[in-house]
């Protein structure tokens, strides 16, 4: 027994070397050029989340390019915008894959029932972690990594994101291809290469998520201000 365990601590730690070390060597480095270490260091091990915003049309088309074979998911609330569905679709049939979804069995007539009602606006944090985090950890079983499409710019809370980084939360590797990237890279790439998009966007949504919990954004504000909305949160939760 202390034989086994001897050897899984001596693979775990030359695995966080490994991506300690990648991750110097990938600083500032392209998305493409991440990908291609992510996919080659990681094979089938490796999933893609996307939660369809601007940053996850422009993560999925670059990842297409690097490798056409994709596993990608999402985590279906209940509660997304019709025109999110609809990108799903438009998603799927442009790159010919299919783009599974994770979802809570606690229907929202049951969320009702047991939290009472508009739970998000009383609690949030609860709300996310029934719809969001808790389907993120079946989505992420028997995963070695996996690929957001979060920047650095874009909260505090992701200011110090790595190209590949260890999620301690999750217990497996982070790539943040994206990471690098200002806003207005991920908006040159979706129009260079026509990549389907929210039309929401055009709308004033910066940053999209569920229904009750997401509002256009008015000139000058942060693009994260239209989530939770009267909230000092800022972040769902999956990336803490």
Known sequence: MAQTQLVSLTSNLQLLVRIEEAAKQLENASPHKILEWAFAEFAEGITIATGFGAEGAA???IAAQVNPQLDVFFLDTDFLFAETYELRRRIEERYQIEIR????????EVQEQFYGESLWTRDPDLCCRLRKIEPLQEA?????????????????ARANA?????????????????????KQQVWRHIFQNQ?????????????????????????GEDERAGRWAGFTKTECGLHA
């Open 101 to 108: 979804a994770f979802k809570t069995a606690i229907t929202p």
């Open 195 to 219: 990549v389907p998009y929210n039309p929401l966007h055009n709308q004033g949504y910066l940053s999209i998520g569920c229904t009750h919990c997401t509002r256009a954004v008015n000139v």
């Open 59 to 61: 993560l999925i088309d």
């Open 162 to 182: 790595q190209a590949a980084e260890w999620d301690k939360r999750w217990n497996l590797v982070k790539v943040n291809p994206l990471a690098f990237w200002s």
């Open 140 to 156: 992420l079983q028997g995963r070695k990594a996996w690929v957001t499409a979060i920047r650095r710019e874009q909260t505090a």
